[in-house]
């Protein structure tokens, strides 16, 4: 219990600091890294309420209930509706709370969480081209200027 604790706050915290850096990356994308200072105020109290949002539908959606090392179709879907909801209600939220942050960050900041996210938790199935025993006639070596030697190392070796 306690190390299933422990996962699934290790995976909360890295979210957390995804949803962060997206955020933070399209204020910056927005002013073209010259924040203008009033904005950066509202946007230290928008930032909370909307890593809290994406953590929270993260949840309710049960991005925290799997190994991802063995993620499939439907952890995918899961991504895609947690960052839909936080989408969903962080761009009405930012129009009732004044807009504290300009419509671009409110809209592309959840598109870009999410896709940091998603792209964590499939890095291992984005990132493996070739897996070992992928290969069923195995490891292919070529022995130059061996002799008898290395034929006789290669029968070895079958």
């Known amino acids: ?15 957390a600091l995804l949803v962060a850096g997206a955020y933070f990356a ?30 929270a539908c993260g949840w309710a959606w049960g991005l925290n209930r799997q190994v991802w090392r063995h993620a499939s179709v439907r952890e995918a879907q899961r991504v895609l509706l947690a960052g ?23 809209l592309l900041g959840p598109l870009l969480a999410t896709l940091l996210i998603g792209t964590v938790r499939f890095q291992s199935r984005l990132f493996a081209f070739r897996r070992p025993g992928d290969d069923p006639a195995g490891l292919r070596i070529l022995v130059v200027g061996a002799g008898e030697a290395g034929a006789a190392i290669v029968r070895e070796m079958q």
């Open 1 to 15: 219990m306690v190390n299933r604790v422990r996962v699934d706050g290790s995976q909360c915290a890295l979210d």
């Open 26 to 55: 399209m204020l910056l994308l927005r002013f073209d890294a010259a924040v203008p200072e009033g904005y950066l105020a509202r946007f230290g109290r928008y930032l909370p309420l909307a890593v809290v949002v994406h953590i």
């Open 84 to 106: 839909a909801t936080a989408l969903a209600i962080l761009v009405p939220a930012n129009l009732v709370l004044d807009r504290l942050v300009p419509f671009s960050v409110a």
